[in-house]
């Protein structure tokens, strides 16, 4: 196995009720716990943020995401291939709110 | 998050997060005035998400309405400092009296419920409007979204915006906040608040299964928010005849419908799935309710609910005492409703021939012009009778006066009940 990032993408900043937080909090531990050993991490990225733009480039480059995109957190997990990693993110209740997009985490030759 | 497989997935406690939020918003707002009610909203909003995204990824804690309390508490102090080094630089506007040691008392377990009451009666206050009163009530004392008060309440968003923001001027301008009403003043503010959880819990009452359950939850919530009033003042015989009334009635909920919603009245009624542990809580109440000097129309509706969730049949029940209780009703309150309500029950004491009669009178009553329930009464008494047209025409009449799903669909079945009959 290997590892994965799912990167969570917010388009939208909902605003949750109690009862919805509440729901997502038990959908989220049960999704989780239910990997057992192949989740490794799991992190909400706070709201402050700084952003530098890649030298020598100029200020009509555009954003480097859709402005409207926001990255709100990331899972790490292990599994077999990319397959199976996008079918964990699936069933994840993390859809229900967000974008996901999940990438290996590159292996570095020995 | 440890990996180990054959840990138990955590759980909360039912609404918790909701209950806690209510409880939060009101003891925040007793330290910051009720003008400050968005600021309190805020405040627990952000303290819920930090409990999210902090019990996501690590374990609960084992006592989360404490920790809860801890982190809003928290960040309702760095709100005070914010603001105090806010005003340093302003000093000719006077600073509010707010201390760290206000902030600590308010946050004690002793003060909690003294804070939802005061947020009970600023949210029930009888100068809002009944329906900003009721928005108020979800929004603020039960932690519903405004797209949850909508959905629940059957109308827009932007309509429990308007209502929320007129009550929230009215506080301004009438320079309401949150106390509790001094003794000589108690029985009417208590009866505003009935009021108000009576309406509450009435919206609940009418959801069926179909819809979503976010209305079931209303009757609960009317339920508990009429508990703490009468935990603190016992002596108010008229919440504890309220609370008889709400468990009695909650009591049948399942009973009510069918598995698709459809509506089975109360002679069809399977008996057994009544809730005889609800039934048992509401006439401890009504016992509660039975003393002092006080008889208010909550008694008489919860005595007539009690008579009926007594009673093992539609034959066997005690139609002299439902018919006195209802005779008391009408003279405290001429009620056409209540007239039609006695009307029907002469079906079960004299017979469907009289009862008819009655109904029949009741036409000419201006407000139950548009009552749908009298037109199906008429035809039920006409179908009981035999006169299977006259019965079809009144049933055809009343789905014209009813937006509600499940009673059309009755009154449908009741059609086909005469067409089969004439033929």
Redesign the interface.
Known sequence: MRDYLIIIKDTILDSYSPAEMQESLHAYKNWAGGLADQYLDGQRLDDESARLPRTGSISTDGPFLESKEIISGYVMIKAHNLEEATEIARRSPLLAHSHLEIRPIKIMSQ | ?S???D?Q????VD????H??GKLVSVISRIFGIAHLDLAEDLV?DT??E???R???HD?PDNPAAWLMQVAKRKTLNELKRRQTALKNQPHIVHQQISVESIDEAFLESKIEDSQLRMVFVCCHPKLPLESQIALTLKSLC???V??VASALLTTTSNINKRLYRAKARFRDLKIDLEIPPVHLLPPRVDAVCLSLYLLFNEGYQSSHSQDL?RKDLGMEAIRLATLLSNAFPDQTKVAALLALMFLHTARFDARQDVEGAIVILEDQDRSRWDQRLIATGMHYLKRASTGKVLSEYHLEAGIAADHCLAPSMEATDWKSISAQYDLLNRMNHSPIIAFNQAIILRWTEGPKQALAKLEELQASAKLKNYHLLLAGIGEMQFLLGQYQKARACFLKAKALTNSNPQQELLNRKILACEMANN
């Open positions: 998050m990996g180990s497989e840990k997935v955590q759980q909360l609404h918790l997060f909701r806690e939020a909003q819920l998400m409990a999210l995204h019990w996501s990824v609960i932690g519903f979204s797209k949850e976010i």
